[in-house]
């Protein structure tokens, strides 16, 4: 089993992208390395069994040719026909025509490896990677809703929102018009507005938006409250009540039949952007797990720890807590 991931210490976005693909996908291939830790140095001949060397003469069976690390990467590991993936590598590898954009990624990256470790640099290039792979597979995603939706076969673990910018026409009927019972149909699950001029959001569904609430208001209270991440963790079951929490006034939960939550009605305007707002809705309310650990996710086993933390622990979810809850009860009958 691998415990350890090796980088030379001058790399470039290719090796750290390879690294990302390594870490998502390699599992089935090479046992650990999805939970390896990552380790820069420049001595790569002396290494034990439990480590991985990542350099394209090193990967045991990938045939860099032509076409580069990434290309003979992506191919051992069976990952040629995920869309978001292609979308990705073509996003990180710009072409000559596109030497502009490669341009500025390498200076971002300079300007990052010249203040941080070898390690951070490639954490921080791994995260902005994950973040373009999540909205591309979102954009894929609701290509499939919408498919899937119109031939009426859709899975039940699916949730299909509808997100958009109400016209001025609409804005005068009143900013919720979404509210509307029959804007909810049944082939609909949430709504996501925004109002053209004052630019205020509505969260709009038939079911609890508990969740919701508390990711978008753990969110605020680090962006725009100073407040640190495990205090504002620790407060989730106060961030998930329904009315205005005096800390987070930025967001109101509201239930009269619907499920509403709305920003803006405090008059203070919230730090999210809209589509940070729809994603953080969509994570909270979907079947779908973190990325790195979903497989164990779904399996009913949690992954996060102290040395290697989850992405979304911040958030305490339900469909988290319920993961660790059933871990507890398995520990338990086996003990």
Same mark, same amino acid.
């Given at each position: 089993m691998i415990k350890t991931i090796i980088i030379p210490k001058k790399h470039d976005e290719e090796l750290l992208l390879a690294l990302?693909?390594? %870490?998502?996908?390699? %599992? %089935?291939?090479?046992?650990? #390395?999805?939970?390896?830790?990552? #380790? &820069?140095? *420049?001595?790569l001949n002396q290494v034990r069994d439990?480590?991985?060397? $990542?350099?394209?003469?090193? #990967?045991p069976g990938c045939d860099k040719g032509a076409e580069g690390l990434v290309p003979g990467l992506v191919r051992l590991l069976g990952c040629e026909s995920d869309e978001a993936l292609s979308q990705v590598v073509r996003f990180f590898t710009p072409s000559e025509q596109q030497s502009a954009k490669g341009r500025c990624l390498n200076e971002v990256l300079r300007l990052v490896a010249a203040t941080s470790s070898d390690v951070m640099t490639a954490n921080w290039f791994m995260q902005c990677v994950e973040a373009k792979y999540e909205e591309f597979s979102l954009q894929g995603k609701d290509k499939v809703e919408r498919q899937l939706s119109q031939a009426g076969d859709l899975p039940e673990y &699916? =949730?299909?929102? =509808?997100? =958009? =910018?109400? *016209?001025?026409?609409?804005?005068?009927v009143g900013f919720l018009i979404a509210k509307e019972a029959s804007y909810l149909d049944d082939d609909l699950d949430m709504a996501i507005t925004q109002h053209p001029t004052c630019l205020?959001? *509505?969260?709009? *569904?038939?079911?609890?938006?508990y969740d919701v609430a508390r990711v978008l208001r753990i969110e605020e209270a680090i962006k725009q409250a100073s407040m640190d991440m495990t205090t504002a963790r620790k407060r989730w079951r106060e961030f998930s009540d329904v009315g205005v929490n005096p800390d987070v006034p930025q967001w109101s939960y509201a239930v009269d039949g619907l499920h509403v939550i709305t920003s803006?009605?405090?008059?203070? $305007?919230?730090? $999210?952007?809209?589509?940070?707002?729809?994603? $953080?809705?969509?994570?909270a309310i979907d079947n779908s797990f973190h990325l790195h650990r979903a497989n164990m996710c779904h399996q009913q086993v949690c992954t996060g720890t102290l040395d290697n933390p989850c992405g979304w622990y911040r958030w305490n979810l339900t469909k988290c807590r319920g993961v660790r809850s059933t871990m507890r009860r398995e520990r338990g009958a086996l003990e």
């Open positions: 990302w693909i390594l %870490k998502t996908f390699g %599992k %089935k291939v090479f046992n650990g #390395v999805d939970t390896a830790r990552v #380790v &820069s140095r *420049s001595v439990t480590d991985f060397v $990542l350099a394209a003469e090193h #990967v &699916s =949730r299909i929102i =509808r997100v =958009r =910018r109400l *016209s001025g026409q609409e804005a005068r205020d959001i *509505s969260i709009i *569904s038939n079911f609890p938006l803006g009605n405090s008059g203070d $305007l919230t730090a $999210l952007r809209f589509d940070e707002v729809c994603t $953080l809705a969509r994570l």
